[in-house]
């Protein structure tokens, strides 16, 4: 078993992969250092959530106070976790490291390994070219501009969170206007913005548009009439009530799938963060799950725009069977990848055996790195990988799938269901 | 463990089991044709959902329009999935298909093998014969007559959703007059007509009742006086609210039970079913699980109705362990099989070992068919038996039970606990 | 794999553990015979759910009348269960028992070597050294006292139901006054009672205060002037609206937190049991499990008093993955053991391998026995300790750890972090 498992590993390894969903800088995709690395919230998070005291991680700091800090931390506390073995797989990589960890004492000859790497022009291309990905999507904002890197290697994508959530706030309405040059005066004219936005995107080659959802979240259609008084009252600057913002972000979720059906851009959905749930926390490490979505929340959606694809991610596994049987059911719906607090092993492993025993090999997208770094795409692949070995050599032992058949699920999974799917 | 599963496997081979849960249909219990088998809505459903039109599946099509485009979606997609995998396991076992799969190429000589198996007078009793099934149960409405067939192979069972979801409408109102004589016109009738119904299902061999239930339904129990209004109501042919509807099919669900206890008939609740969630889907594939269900919804039955057995099964496996902890307390439940969109191993072998382990092995159903044609019987209740092999297995590994030991549990499950359960 | 999983067993059953929480009495820890062992709610709860009757186990019968008759229901009902596992695993370590089950044939030399050893003075402590068990933690009532016992072997906890779902209730705030020789007469002194009570314990070596929680239990901090009111009317022995008993008792929640803050004593909750679900069942044996609890329930609580240590653990699995989060993000929240109808190897494994994949080793407790006799604390340990060690062999063989640091991480689940977190 163990010897089919490292075999299958070593041919998923030669597929080259595509990274549908990541949080990379277009304009700076690598971290600029080992610090910056360490400074990933995942690491902060983590060690806080041990007992280091955030002014022990503070950016002020020096990285001779800040790092050994973390690391002794990490040494006495979470050197077990998968989320700090990304770390020493991406130094064992990509940094030269030959020691098992990175600690206290070796830390210093890496950050200068890693230095002299991330300083150079091609740093990403050969980060990508080691971890056999071929393009990794963005997130990007719908105020920003795409411009000034290669987009068939980092794909941009329409995130769509403040079109919703905060689509009420003067902000986000005045942001709509500058950047889409129409004057956001009422729904007419805010469906002329938002359709500029998605135009810039697609004609800047966007891959899809995505959206983050709070367990709460149901897709209901909003008409025009029912959104123009609200829509008014933002406008005016008033507060709007919790029902006129749920109202008001469902008709903005209503424009946007509208949207992705005209200009056929795919619609990422990624449900059930519950958003600053921790007070006390440090930067990005304050959001938890709930198990209370259902995705019978969307059946709405799905059914309306039948013709708009989307993908679905979940943060709860108990949604895991329902976009199971949502996705062996629905024509448009996708089951996509292993979302943050489900980026881990265990949970990897068991949703992907049933999807690959109960799904069809062609309506599944296998992975994303959601990094914040380019270097993180290389141990997030890798772990997949292990994962996807492991799971197809226990397909392959029952006879369900030969090797050779279980290396098509493989390539569907990492590769071409992204090419049959978005817009690349 | 490889060969030990093989053994076990071996062994488990060796006991009949009983079927009980299927739709077969009593006078014709074998498919027409291997297209037919083809048409099962597991097939139609996920070759729609990876984009074959519905019209190049429709009846009117020729053999040779249909099966190879079928055929093509399966290839192209869904090839991988356990529910090809019991066509395949079926065209081998039955049709005397050699190559690996069913194919464009192939498929004309499977489907002639197939014609002239299935024209066969005794080929019910072969697939039996071959699957080592005893009896497979039926799923009969109350307004079916249950003559012309062998009642100790396909034994009957009383399907029930109509007295509860649709005994509000005239037309069930009607055919119960109807099928069993008494003229409904309040609730006094009412209790007759079903009693009637019971009494002629029992007489002819009935091995349980028999319901699906939405995620929604929570057992109350209804007085005559609480539903004589609204059963008037519904006599009169008055549209009924979603409220009276509520409280009249509670008061069905009450009749129901009562006459379980009356007749001593053992009740299988099948929990958790999203009907027509997906709107464009084929006939039977528009139905998706909810998370939401949960089976403290039917505890005040189990305990007014503590002298009737029921059998309880979920869509859902958040209902996994709630179901565990009823099993494992309330005499009257049981633990069965896996259903519809459970039926896939990744799910029977997570649910399996823990029943094996926290369970007693006499309160299980091992598992049901769920199948259309008699022809499915077979696969489905072998990759059972694997799951049910490896899951053996490995407690035996654990040196948990002996190899004898576990085929005890396997007994029990197969075949044992339904002697001991229904009315066979 | 096989001899991997063997080896770190070794190494593991060294490790000296603690036991952070059980049911044992601490002036008679052991049993006083085999017979009352099986009289161990597991074992008559079971049988009564396959139909032994109650009066088949009734207290009042001789040890020859019930003894068999348990047995014979286990031998042809339940042997299978890793819960009667721990029967047999006690009477082959504890008791000498050398053929594989306790029968209606053995039982009395089993019985008479069991009534021998439990005489003995050093019963407790043959038992403890044994398991390899150095503490075991005691649930005792606000109105214990706790003397007479070895305090460092046996640590007091304070159980809190009471204070919180009873508090309202005359019985309670009587015994309150009387074993706080505070009179409760107000929100002022009932928060001095209640200091009172937390005094002793860790005057009297307390590790930590416990509560049991119902799914509907949402902590709502609750001020002096709102529960005022409602203590009035408790206290003039009014009966108390559902509405008023909730507010009262998050009253009570909240002076509990306030007082372990105040004492520094970590809080040990247990989520999500549905009491006195099964009208018919045996003592003990009446509750189940719900689907329904989320731990956001708690999330203010988390945030209220986050210098106050809370160690989780659930009844449902739908709450395995919102631990994780918590346990993840949280400082002070700790992922604790495997509760009750989750103490089964099938789920154990399942939450072990994705905690010791994405939690950091420090921030979890691994086990406790929740045992009502000395000796299940035995039996119980030692499967957990096989669950954990197949986990690690998982983890060494995937190269994610070496022997070593799996060692690590037993080394802090078993015994480190219960020193690191409670009072002891």
Chains 1, 2, 3 share one sequence.
């Not at 790092?67 to 990490?74: G, I, M, Y």
Request: hydrophobic share 40%; aromatic share 10%.
């Amino acid at each position: 078993m163990s010897s089919l498992i490292e075999n299958l590993y070593g041919e998923i390894e030669k597929i080259q992969a595509i990274d549908i969903h990541s949080h990379v800088r277009q304009l700076e995709p690598g971290a600029k250092s080992l610090r910056e690395l360490l400074s990933y919230h995942y690491y902060t998070e983590l060690a806080y959530s041990c007992g280091l005291p955030k002014e022990k991680m503070a950016d002020e700091l020096s990285d001779e106070e800040m790092v050994p800090a973390l690391l002794q931390t990490v040494a006495d506390n979470y050197s077990n976790t998968v989320q700090y073995g990304w770390m020493t797989e991406l130094c064992h990589k990509l940094f030269g490291l030959k020691d098992r960890h990175l600690t206290v004492d070796n830390w210093k000859v890496v950050a200068a390994a890693a230095a002299g790497k991330q300083a150079g022009k091609d740093w990403t291309q050969e980060v990508l070219r080691r971890g056999n990905i071929e393009k990794v999507f963005l997130t990007n904002h719908f105020s920003e501009r795409l411009d000034g890197f290669d987009r068939k290697t980092l794909v941009p994508c329409l995130r769509c969170d403040d079109l919703v959530f905060a689509i009420g706030q003067k902000k986000t309405l005045d942001l709509l206007s500058d950047r889409s040059g129409v004057s956001v005066s009422d729904t007419r004219s805010l469906k002329k913005a938002v359709s500029a936005i998605f135009e810039y995107f697609v004609n800047h080659d966007a891959g899809s548009a995505a959206i983050s959802l709070t367990p709460e979240f149901a897709f209901q259609a909003v008409s025009d009439a029912a959104a123009e008084p609200i829509l008014s009252a933002a406008l005016a600057g008033e507060t709007l009530t919790h029902e006129q913002q749920t109202t008001l972000g469902a008709y903005g979720f209503t424009l946007l799938a509208e949207n992705c059906r005209q200009f056929q851009l795919p619609m990422q959905l990624m449900i059930g963060v519950v958003r600053d749930a921790y007070q006390h926390g440090v930067d990005k490490g304050t959001d938890v799950v709930s198990n209370r979505a259902s995705l019978n929340q969307y059946a709405r959606l799905f059914n309306r725009f039948a013709d708009v694809t989307f993908t679905v991610s979940y943060l709860s596994p108990t949604m895991q069977h329902e976009l199971l049987t949502f996705t062996w059911i629905f024509q448009n719906v996708r089951a996509s990848g292993h979302w943050w607090y489900t980026n881990v092993p265990g949970y990897i492993e068991q949703d992907l055996r049933t999807r690959v025993e109960a799904l069809p090999r062609t309506k599944m997208l296998g992975y994303y790195s959601d990094a914040y770094y380019i270097e993180f795409t290389l141990p997030k692949f890798n772990m997949y990988r292990w994962c996807l070995a492991r799971v197809l050599a226990d397909q392959v032992q029952m006879k369900r799938l030969t090797e050779e058949e279980s290396m098509q699920v493989a390539r569907n999974l990492l590769r071409d269901n992204a090419f049959a799917t978005f817009r690349i």
